[in-house]
């Protein structure tokens, strides 16, 4: 199945840090921009940040300043590093590929997979 699979997700005390991993499942996506989201209970998912092909990245005001996103050069790894995290960032992170121009536009996303649980503990 051709998707994006992210990973790392755990429970993590307020001030604490998390890296996720998203690895794609069927292709590669080193020619793909690749957004990060995320769904809180009973909200809509939302984008938080993204990265183009060439590493530039984009970030929501709401994780800008802790959160780094970044890729590796072969196409099979993104990561999201999360400092600082707080209790409203506790959420199903999900990755998928996504236009930098709709970096935080969840309908653009393509190539959903599973997503990973944060939980941050106030």
């Known amino acids: 199945q051709v998707q994006l699979v992210a990973s790392g997700g755990g429970l993590v005390q307020s001030g604490g840090s998390l890296t996720l991993a998203c690895v794609p499942s069927?292709?590669?996506?080193?020619?793909?921009?690749i957004g990060w989201f995320r769904q809180a209970p009973g909200k809509e998912r939302e984008g938080i940040g993204c990265i183009s092909t060439s590493g530039v990245t984009y970030y929501s005001d709401s994780v800008k300043g802790r959160f780094t996103i970044s890729r590796d050069e072969f196409g099979t790894t993104a990561y999201l590093l999360m400092n600082s995290l707080q209790f409203e960032d506790t959420a199903v992170y999900y990755c998928a590929t996504v236009d930098v121009r709709w970096c935080y536009d969840a309908s653009r996303g393509n190539y959903w997979g599973p997503g990973t649980q944060v939980t941050v503990s106030s």
């Open positions: 069927g292709f590669t996506f080193e020619y793909y921009d």
